[in-house]
């Protein structure tokens, strides 16, 4: 069981807007502003899409988006595409003593 | 740009050994924290071990205590992750990662595919 709680899976259509939420506790996402989000396309490797909760890194498009509310962090991608159908994970840091916590995963279908 | 290539992988009996190495390029490996990560077959993500920029501290993740060893020789830009007394429970596909700070990995390498079968 992840230690991040994440929907197993969104749906949207092209154009549409999905969040994908990823709840932890007052010891991680709540604590840290370092949660960060990977998306996954089959047998490939995970890519960097945000960091530190709303920093999108070079490349990214601005159509992908985070934010942090308490214990939960949430991902939004707008004018959705097919190309952002993939599988999606929240990370966060929790502490000096401990490595970084995965959540289990979302599945976006773009319909 | 930074690149990072696994080698090592393979099919293992249970209780064996394996050493999987990563070839890091285009950026200086001593300037980051480096880590695996792995994925079961069907799962998701988990980090594995993490390793600072001059080799002296190392974090694991409970259930492999005491088999794995993560080290790394920044002369030679490699990173490395030594696996003993493997179980099934470890196989999964295992990923080099460049920790950009606080497990935020911004260069994945491929993975390579990590088989406990008898």
């Known amino acids: 069981q992840s230690v991040l709680t994440q929907p197993r899976s969104v749906s949207g259509s092209p154009g549409q807007s999905v969040t994908i939420s990823c709840t932890g506790t007052?010891?991680?996402?709540?604590?840290?502003?370092?949660v960060s989000w990977y998306q996954q396309h089959p047998g490939k490797a995970p890519k960097l899409m945000i960091s530190d909760v709303t920093k999108r890194p070079s490349g990214v498009p601005d159509r992908f988006s985070g934010s942090k509310s308490g214990n939960t962090a949430s991902l939004t991608i707008s004018g959705l595409q097919g190309e952002d159908e993939a599988v999606y994970y929240c990370c966060s840091f929790a502490g000096d003593y401990t490595l970084g916590v995965f959540g289990g995963g979302t599945r976006l279908t773009v319909l | 740009e930074a690149q990072l290539v696994e080698s090592g992988g393979g099919l293992v009996q249970p209780g064996g050994s394996l050493r999987l190495s990563c070839a890091a390029s285009g950026f200086t490996l001593s300037s980051y924290w480096m880590g695996w990560v792995r994925q079961a077959p069907g799962k998701g993500l988990e980090w594995v071990a993490n390793?600072?920029?001059?080799?002296?501290?190392?974090k694991y993740v409970d259930s492999v205590k005491g088999r794995f060893t993560i080290s790394r020789d920044n002369a030679k830009n490699a990173l490395y992750l030594q696996m003993n007394s493997l179980r099934a429970e470890d196989t999964a596909v295992y990923y080099c990662?460049?920790?950009?700070?606080?497990?935020?990995?911004?260069?994945w390498g491929q993975g390579t595919l990590v088989t406990v079968s008898s």
């Open positions: 007052s010891n991680d996402v709540g604590y840290y502003n370092y």
């Open positions: 390793i600072n920029k001059g080799g002296s501290e190392r």
């Open positions: 990662a460049r920790d950009c700070d606080y497990y935020e990995v911004d260069y």
